[in-house]
């Protein structure tokens, strides 16, 4: 069964250090999201992208936050200066459609930073 | 804008014994609503859906959950439970009109004891 593949499973890092977690989503889903998950709090959207651009993006989804597709089956998401509090569980998900929450989600990516 | 509300955050049961989860919402327009289900290290995958007609949506490993306009629900539940159903479950909701972008509750922890 076709999935949603993120590395690495857990990266940590310095305060101001810059991460680039990726994904892989499902090779014929052409939406993609980011959403991610601080430790005992609620799954929070942060981004979506379609068609090479940003869809749309939350108010957590600052300056210091891009996402790219680099290639045609990479999708990146980069923090350029990493905060303490940009600790969580980041999720990479990919939908086939645009507007029914069909949503595959990948295992996850942990940040930790110090 | 929507909300969603869980307020069991734990909820032991018994093998066999019947189970239900608890989902409120909120929104001034109409939603989609969802549950995924996150199993230990895994991410998180669709358990079953609302979008239209039937209020009553089924899983194939015998959950059902019913949309309940009038009280803004979307309870979930399973007659009989079984060890492998222990896992984290989310309710989550989109607008119908609003692309992707889900919000979700803050999980619910499913344990199944012998």
């Known amino acids: 069964e076709p999935e949603v593949t993120q590395t690495p499973s857990h990266q940590v890092t310095q305060m101001g250090q810059e991460v680039i977690l990726r994904c892989v989503p499902i090779?014929?889903?052409?939406?993609f999201y980011w959403y991610r998950q601080i430790l005992g709090q609620k799954v929070e959207f942060l981004v979506s992208f379609y068609n090479n651009e940003i869809s749309e993006k939350s108010e957590i989804f600052d300056d210091q936050f891009s996402v790219e597709r680099p290639d045609g089956s990479n999708f990146t998401l980069k923090i350029r200066s990493t905060k303490l509090e940009d600790s969580a569980m980041y999720f990479c998900?990919?939908?086939?459609?645009?507007?029914?929450?069909?949503?595959?989600f990948g295992e996850g990516s942990r940040l930790t930073v110090l | 804008a929507q909300s969603v509300t869980q307020l069991d955050s734990q909820v032991p049961v018994f093998e066999e014994a019947p189970v239900e989860l608890r989902c409120n919402y909120s929104?001034?327009?109409?939603?989609?609503l969802f549950w995924y289900v996150q199993y230990p290290n895994q991410g998180l995958q669709l358990l079953l859906k609302y979008l239209s007609g039937s209020t009553l949506v089924e899983s194939i490993n015998g959950f059902e959950a019913e949309f309940n306009k009038s009280q803004t629900s979307f309870h979930l539940r399973k007659p009989s439970v079984h060890i492998s159903d222990t896992a984290e479950y989310f309710c989550a909701v989109t607008l119908t009109g609003g692309g992707n972008k889900l919000t979700f509750g803050t999980g619910t922890q499913l344990k199944v004891e012998l």
């Open positions: 929104s001034s327009v109409s939603v989609y």
């Open positions: 998900a990919s939908s086939d459609r645009s507007r029914t929450g069909e949503l595959f």
């Open positions: 090779s014929n889903h052409l939406y």
